[in-house]
């Protein structure tokens, strides 16, 4: 459990965060960004379960705090607290988390960064898929209306375009642990449409595909902000610039 890789959301999220480790859930508990109604993927059964149903993993989030008792004793002070003091809220410790305080400017956490640039590889993932069943799809819409598996067959990327679009509906879904199979798909489009496009001698799809398979496989894998903004725009980019090419001839 310690080295689990861990998807969680909230019950009111339809979006999901991750991955994180035992411990790494914890600190986020500590912050409020967890509670005990919050659901994690349970990658055996597939579904969102509570983070109550697991006992051991309840135990690392929310450890059992064991109080303390101490003699009343008088203590005499010479600080005095100043006037303009103020308590500490769940709201202030995020800002201090995420570097927007005086004290904190540039001491971010980290793991709030890499949760960040892992949702913008989510979603550059999700407009990746979109774009590139588009670019798939579109120029054969009438084989795919026939329904005839022999004309699908015979034509591989209206195939791998209904593929593309069952994973980014997924992917709409939250489910994250489809980036393996992302990853194939990705590797799979580009020696498919690349073989395709270099026989055919085209060479402005060849390297929208290239650049489009590339940034849609770094979309998985990246989990800093710099690297997430490039794999997305070479996803979306290349995916798109494919979209365009076969839709405006």
Same mark, same amino acid.
């Given at each position: 459990?310690?080295?689990?890789?861990?998807y969680?959301?909230?019950?009111? $999220?339809?979006?999901?965060?991750?991955p994180?480790?035992? $411990?790494?859930?914890?600190?986020?508990?500590? %912050?409020g960004?967890?509670?005990?109604? /919050?659901?994690?993927?349970?990658?055996?059964?597939?579904q969102w379960?509570?983070? @109550? %149903?697991?006992?051991e993993?309840?135990?690392?989030?929310? *450890?059992?705090?064991?109080k303390?008792?101490l003699k009343?004793?008088?203590i005499?002070t010479?600080?005095?607290?100043?006037?303009?003091?103020?308590?500490?809220?769940?709201?202030d410790?995020?800002?201090?988390?995420?570097?927007? @305080?005086?004290? @904190?400017? #540039?001491? /971010?956490?980290?793991?709030?960064?890499?949760?960040?640039a892992?949702?913008? #590889?989510?979603?550059?993932?999700?407009v990746s898929? !979109? +774009?590139?069943?588009?670019?798939?799809?579109l *120029?054969?819409?009438?084989?795919?209306?026939t329904?005839d598996p022999?004309?699908?067959?015979?034509?591989?990327? !209206?195939?791998?375009g209904?593929?593309?679009?069952?994973?980014?509906?997924? !992917?709409?879904?939250?489910?994250?642990?489809?980036y *393996?199979?992302?990853r194939f798909?990705?590797a799979?489009g580009?020696?498919?449409m690349?073989?395709?496009?270099?026989?055919? #001698?085209?060479?402005?799809?060849?390297?929208? +595909?290239?650049v489009?398979?590339i940034?849609?496989?770094?979309?998985?894998?990246?989990?800093s902000?710099i690297?997430a903004?490039?794999?997305v725009?070479?996803?979306?980019? #290349?995916?798109?610039?494919?979209?365009?090419?076969?839709? /405006?001839?």
């Amino acid at each position: 459990m310690a080295t689990q890789e861990i998807y969680i959301r909230n019950a009111s $999220e339809t979006e999901a965060r991750g991955p994180f480790s035992a $411990e790494q859930v914890a600190d986020l508990a500590e %912050t409020g960004q967890v509670t005990r109604d /919050s659901m994690y993927y349970d990658a055996g059964t597939e579904q969102w379960v509570a983070l @109550t %149903t697991n006992p051991e993993l309840m135990a690392i989030v929310f *450890p059992e705090k064991r109080k303390l008792t101490l003699k009343a004793k008088d203590i005499q002070t010479l600080n005095k607290p100043a006037d303009e003091s103020r308590s500490i809220n769940v709201s202030d410790m995020l800002a201090a988390a995420e570097g927007r @305080t005086d004290d @904190t400017s #540039g001491k /971010s956490d980290p793991r709030i960064a890499m949760a960040r640039a892992a949702r913008i #590889g989510m979603i550059g993932a999700l407009v990746s898929l !979109v +774009a590139a069943a588009g670019a798939e799809i579109l *120029p054969s819409t009438d084989t795919l209306l026939t329904m005839d598996p022999a004309k699908l067959l015979a034509n591989p990327l !209206v195939v791998l375009g209904i593929v593309d679009i069952g994973l980014a509906i997924l !992917v709409a879904l939250g489910m994250l642990t489809l980036y *393996p199979l992302i990853r194939f798909r990705a590797a799979l489009g580009l020696g498919l449409m690349g073989f395709l496009f270099y026989v055919d #001698g085209q060479t402005v799809p060849l390297l929208a +595909a290239t650049v489009g398979s590339i940034g849609l496989y770094l979309c998985t894998i990246v989990v800093s902000l710099i690297p997430a903004l490039i794999a997305v725009a070479a996803g979306v980019g #290349g995916m798109g610039m494919l979209a365009w090419h076969f839709i /405006s001839r």
